[in-house]
């Protein structure tokens, strides 16, 4: 496969770059070249193999839509463009950077994960290339996602726990945000009274009817204990009241169905901001509004 790079330093000869195509070629790793416009002008064995396309389908097309799922294109092609960019037009050598993206195969169209790195060289005719090196990285990725989830997973009830919360409350920092605190009322009683057992299938229940049922929230977390939260983008408080509401009606209907001991109800305190800039001034009132409604009787849900 030719390739029309003018190479300036080392002056490799016919038979080194022989040997280097034929290195290149049998690479375990992916490699890819492509011209500044993103279109690919070298295509590996390894590339054959992990995209499922041959060299003839490949060459003269977009690396992009070889490679990246769809919705991530238009994304991918900026990233490159950028890079293209900052490598500029002088001979500078290798520069570039690593990243680990999802990625799609052409026939059996099944999604993975790869390592990608990419450089620049400019050759003696300030023509610019863009060589790209992959690897699968799938299982390293999928265990990784696994232990994020267990550490932001509560074993018990199967949501997001405290430390899962608190990410998302970071990660919607600056917007508007509500925020519903949820208490099991007289929840010691239950334990007392039936066991930790039966208490543990409370707060089961409790989370994921919940989670089912409070679909326009950004997450629902067990805090600890028998305290839950339920966070939503935006601050419309009587929206977020009027879907806690329908929930706790279905969720009374349910228990008293399908649990057999008393109705363990809960009380709720609602809070908001135009802007989350502070989650200790969220929290606080949130908790405020939830005691407000414990100490008005419990069962009820107040806002602040």
Known sequence: MEIDIHLTTPDLGQDAMSVFYSVVQESHDVVIITDQSGLVRFWNKAACRMFEYDVQDAIGKDF???????????QAKKSILRFIQSAGTANTGMV??????????KLTHKPFYVELSISSMTDANRKLWIYAFLRDVTTRVLNEQALQHQ???????????RRGFQHHLEHNAGQAVTLCLFDLDHFKKVNDSF??????TVLFFFAQHFLQKLPGAIVVARNGGEEFSALYPGNDVK????????AKASYQQKFLAEMTIPLCTFSAGVSTTPMLDSHRVLLKNADVALYK???????????I
């Open 64 to 74: 992009h839509d070889l490679i990246c799922p769809e919705h991530l294109r238009d």
């Open 96 to 105: 570039g950077k690593t990243v680990t993206l999802p990625a799609i195969r």
């Open 151 to 161: 550490v932001h997973s509560d074993e018990l009830t199967k949501i997001a726990n």
């Open 195 to 200: 066991g930790h057992d039966v208490g543990d």
């Open 239 to 246: 929206a977020v009241i009027v879907e806690i509401e329908s």
């Open 293 to 303: 409604a414990k100490a008005n009787g419990r069962n009820r849900i107040e806002i």
